[in-house]
């Protein structure tokens, strides 16, 4: 009824927001681009004969950068102080960060960040509201996390929002009202994350490169979070945050002597003290290959990263070649990652790599979300170009490109005052060299095939890494020893046994199960019976209440509205009478290929599954998988669009408890999970009363508040 829910939201996820409508549209003045065709092909005529076109001109040196100093001072409970001033605009900005080591949190996982979030929540003198209110009436912005916080507004009334910002800082109330928000946000997150790939990536990346024992392995969990209390969250505070390891930079309008008033007037009386350090045994790279599954039966892609802990600080001059092999490799939609698996292969719609410096430990990623099918192509393609680029220098050409576009990237990064104020702070908290910033664009220029051979042979070790994969297992186990030693986890990285294939039982077949399930909500009979049907659900999302509205009015005619109730405003219409297939949203009509128009058509029937026996749809049983801790029979159905979706019936009680489908978007193909449960019956047909849906990471739990059949639906209710 409404398992293709999900699939309808997926139109455009971010349109739910209404703040994330406005498009912006630029105008070409087009006087001005002809008479720059004019005087470029005029010159390129003068000049034509006195230059060899048939060879490029030679790169000029790299030059140093002017950056600049920014004024600095330090305070004498051992702030230190930088102030980049920039008086275009009437704004200043004031950011604050703490040189701390990391944290093992044990049982208490992620209290350190949730400290962090609830500095913002109020103060020993003001409360969370009061907070917002003088901050909003100021024009500002206030933020907080673990290891620092920033202040942003107008000049006028920064004195005013620095005052607060350090009351923010230094007087943090941690109150237990808060606390509670904060956990309940942090437990509704969590359970989105459970069912999104890249979410389950990242958690058992972290496990499987750092070690559970270290802190940048630890995985915040729902007991973790449960276990927090505010006294956590005070004792950090207190030994932590103390002004002997803070850095602040003030960016805009404003002079060093101003800002060195507001310091000493709001946080000299910061008391110095003593800050923990913490020594942890570094974690090593594997001695081979290790591949980590996690099993998700109903996931219709791979994701898959290659990866491994590496030793690189910020500052080393390592940074430059390492810099300019990533992006060769897989810096973008040039890098060798794309061009091999979207472009040339076609197994995904981005393959990229990262490299990750840090103080203590970095890392080094390869990673793509693939289609199942090609996952084993997938990981000799990806072997394929870890070992190439270690093994074969790079041509001059793919070297020049790499370093150009990186010399770009920094350059237009200079615009930006606060990028001076962070370089500043970079060299500062990491011991950098003085003039790092000032030659990087000699360093890029500098970096040789030599260079990049021997960074990829240093921090690239495809036979010595981690290879995380979460996927349906079923369809590539078989092909994963060939590239090492395989291991399964959960979720949270947690050891498990490896998923068992369990047989159907005889005489069990797609149709069958079907037949079952229409027996179990009532029948085929009794839902012959009705005639027209609506139903409402409810769900919170964005901290605002979502109202579901569908109705149907047999054979053909369909309405479904999804509303943000406070606002009155609609978010998603949808309109199928016969043959006439419309969905609008905030509004705005949206076109419609004739697959989704299909797609929508067969929705017109409250009980779709009655045609799934017929011969528009083709089915085929999968097997039996686990969803949400009970087996399921998996049965995939193709209609006569092609568009397949997989669904999935509980083998004890037949009803139906997940639906799975994918949608392509401009940022690939996006999965929709519906879960049903909670099924009760309504004048004798059984309904499901608890509806999830899930678009990538976006989860949405309705709750369904009323059903009402043959309650006299007329036509023109559907105009």
Request: charged share 20%; proline share 5%.
């Amino acid at each position: 009824m409404i398992t293709a829910l999900s699939s309808i939201i997926c139109q455009n996820p971010q349109k739910i927001k209404r703040d994330k409508l406005v498009h912006t549209i630029k105008t070409l003045n087009m006087k001005k681009i002809f008479c720059t065709i004019i005087i470029v092909l005029c010159f390129a005529g003068f000049s034509q004969a006195q230059i060899n076109r048939a060879k490029a001109p030679k790169p000029g040196p790299a030059p140093e950068i002017n950056i600049g100093t920014p004024a600095s001072f330090t305070m004498t409970n051992g702030i230190r102080v930088f102030v980049v001033s920039n008086h275009s605009v009437p704004k200043v900005t004031a950011s604050l960060i703490l040189k701390l080591d990391p944290v093992q949190e044990g049982n208490k996982a992620s209290y350190v960040s949730m400290m962090g979030d609830m500095m913002r929540r109020g103060t020993t003198t003001k409360s969370k509201a009061a907070l917002d209110e003088e901050i909003d009436f100021l024009g500002g912005n206030v933020s907080t996390s673990s290891d620092g916080a920033s202040a942003s507004g107008l000049t006028d009334n920064f004195d005013k929002l620095f005052a607060i910002f350090s009351d923010v800082m230094l007087n943090p109330s941690f109150a237990d009202s808060e606390l509670v928000k904060v956990k309940k946000q942090a437990l509704s997150s969590l359970k989105a994350a459970q069912d999104d790939p890249g979410s389950i990536s990242s958690n058992v990346t972290s496990v499987v490169n750092y070690g559970k024992n270290f802190p940048y392995g630890e995985v915040e969990t729902e007991a973790t979070v449960n276990n927090i209390a505010t006294d956590d969250l005070k004792s950090y505070h207190h030994d932590y945050w103390k002004p002997n390891v803070a850095y602040m930079a003030f960016v805009g309008d404003i002079t060093e002597a101003h800002a060195k008033e507001l310091v000493t007037k709001y946080l000299s009386n910061w008391k110095e003290g003593d800050v923990p350090a913490h020594a942890y045994n570094i974690p090593q790279k594997p001695a081979k290959v290790l591949i980590t599954v996690v099993d998700r039966p109903s996931a219709v892609q791979t994701n898959i990263n290659i990866t491994a802990p590496i030793v690189l600080s910020p500052g080393d001059m390592d940074n430059f070649p390492v810099s300019v092999m990533n992006q060769i490799l897989g810096g973008g939609m040039s890098g060798r990652l794309f061009q091999d698996l979207r472009e040339k292969h076609g197994y995904t719609y981005g393959a990229y790599s990262s490299v990750s410096n840090d103080p203590i430990i970095g890392s080094f990623s390869a990673s793509a979300a693939v289609r199942t099918a090609v996952t084993d192509s997938s990981l000799m393609r990806f072997m394929y170009e870890l070992n190439l680029i270690r093994n074969e220098k790079v041509d001059e050409k793919k070297l020049d490109s790499a370093k150009n576009q990186l010399s770009g990237n920094f350059a237009l990064s200079l615009e930006r005052p606060a990028r001076i104020a962070q370089f500043a702070l970079n060299i500062a908290r990491y011991n950098m060299p003085a003039d790092y910033y000032k030659n990087y664009l000699k360093s890029i220029a500098a970096v040789t095939p030599d260079d990049i051979e021997r960074a990829a042979q240093k921090y690239i070790t495809p036979g010595q890494a981690n290879i995380v994969l979460v996927g349906n297992s079923k369809d590539f186990a078989k092909q994963l020893p060939q590239f090492g030693e395989v291991q399964y986890v959960d979720i949270y990285g947690n050891p498990v046994a490896a998923p068992e294939n369990k047989e159907i039982p005889a005489g069990v077949t797609a149709g069958s199960i079907i037949q079952n399930y229409l027996k179990a909500i009532g029948g085929e009979e009794k839902l012959k019976t009705v005639k027209d049907l609506s139903l409402k659900a409810t769900a919170s999302a964005m901290g605002q209440e979502i109202v579901l509205q569908q109705s149907y009015l047999m054979p053909d005619k369909y309405k479904m509205t999804l509303m943000l109730q406070s606002q009155n405003l609609t978010i998603v219409k949808i309109l199928v009478n016969g043959d006439s297939v419309n969905m609008e949203q905030m509004g705005q009509s949206i076109p419609l290929t004739s697959e989704k128009k299909t797609e929508m058509k067969d929705q017109a029937n409250p009980f779709q599954e009655m045609n799934f026996l017929h011969g528009k749809y083709t089915l085929k049983l999968k097997g039996i998988e686990p969803v949400n801790g009970s087996d399921a029979y998996s049965v995939a159905v193709t209609n006569d669009a092609g568009k397949t979706t997989t669904y999935y019936f509980d083998t004890k009680t037949g009803y139906e408890v997940r639906s799975v489908s994918t949608e392509k978007t401009p940022q690939g193909e996006v999965s929709n999970t519906t879960d049903l449960s909670d099924y009760k019956p309504v004048d004798g047909v059984t309904f499901p009363f608890s509806i999830s849906t899930q678009n990538g990471p976006q989860k949405i739990d309705f709750t369904v508040q009323e059903v009402k059949i043959n309650s006299g639906l007329k036509e023109n209710d559907f105009e």
